[in-house]
């Protein structure tokens, strides 16, 4: 029974700690994102508005559930909740020493998620049956295309170099030279798939404000569009601390490697205060001119320093 139970409550305590991390991402978002604006942000409930995810928390989750009649209800109703499963799905993946779920195949297992995750936001634009919403989501679709070639190419470069599919691996080989110093153009590149991935300034195309109406979730309101919001935000914690995962070390027991990914979270929020939205032909022609073309002239490096060294 033991065996059944402890990854229960693993799980139970993971899933608790990521949705208290989302919640002060979210007030970190604000804070910095007040001071870039030369504002406060929030600083009225609680010591320095240090209870505010709270309140709308409490707020969204307490408001009237409204849909729209011509919707597709079940669908509708749905891709939220599936949304939010599938961020916090992906962190089975974090790379544990005592194997809360063992996992040999965890580079494959997340990118199966971060796969699944566009039809999430694909179906809540098209059961909307709303023009902006369904525009906003195909949108999402043609960018995830776009860019997860080339993800999907670094971490395949990745997969030659430390010769296995685990994310326990990265510790090994990173003891004494962190892998952003031999790949630091790697790095780049991927810093910028994960802004795209996560759907964040400035390749925000899914949910550009501006001239989309809020996009794929326009229909949305209260505890639906709070799920939407967990998920993008749970997503943004995972994909920091991938990147540190990937190529600042990866001792998971040390403080420093919340301090490396609360320095990612933070560059996050950075780039969105700072960057303006890029046109969306210009993304394309980055992730199929310049991300693939680089991610695959590393594939054939990392492969050729293997066959030299084996």
Do not use: H
């Not at 669908?75 to 962190?91: G, K, R």
């Not at 925000?204 to 799920?227: I, K, R």
Request: charged residues 10%; hydrophobic residues 55%.
């Amino acid at each position: 029974m033991s065996d059944l139970i402890i990854p229960i409550i693993g799980s139970l305590l993971l899933v608790i700690c990521v949705m208290v991390g989302v919640a002060f991402l979210t007030l970190l978002e604000r804070k910095v994102l007040g001071y870039i604006q030369i504002r406060k942000g929030p600083n009225k409930v609680g010591i320095m508005g240090i209870l505010q995810p709270f309140s709308d928390a409490i707020k969204l989750f307490t408001k009237e559930q409204t849909y729209p009649i011509v919707s597709n209800y079940l669908m509708y109703y749905f891709s939220p909740i599936f949304s939010l499963f599938l961020a916090l799905l992906v962190w089975l993946c974090i790379p544990f020493f005592i194997k809360l779920y063992s996992f040999n195949l965890g580079i494959l297992f997340f990118l199966c998620c971060i796969s699944l995750g566009v039809y999430s936001v694909m179906v809540a634009g098209w059961s909307s049956n709303s023009n902006y919403a369904l525009l906003g989501g195909l949108r999402a679709v043609a960018q995830t295309i776009s860019y997860e070639v080339s993800l999907a190419l670094i971490l395949l470069s990745f997969i030659f170099l430390i010769g296995g599919y685990s994310f326990l691996d990265f510790s090994i080989y990173q003891d004494y030279i962190w892998f952003i110093f031999m790949n630091f153009p790697l790095a780049l590149v991927w810093m910028a798939s994960l802004l795209a991935e996560t759907n964040r300034t400035p390749f925000d195309f899914a949910e550009g404000e501006s001239e989309l109406v809020s996009g794929f979730n326009v229909e949305y309101s209260s505890g639906s569009f709070a799920l939407i919001f967990l998920a993008e935000y749970a997503s943004i914690l995972f994909m920091s601390m991938l990147f540190s995962i990937i190529f600042l070390g990866c001792n998971i027991y040390s403080l420093l490697f919340f301090l490396k990914l609360t320095i990612i979270s933070f560059l996050f929020i950075w780039v969105r205060g700072t960057l303006p939205r890029y046109r969306y032909d210009k993304l394309m022609y980055l992730a199929w001119k310049s991300f693939l073309p680089l991610s695959l002239n590393y594939l054939i490096f990392f492969i050729g320093v293997k066959i030299l060294f084996i």
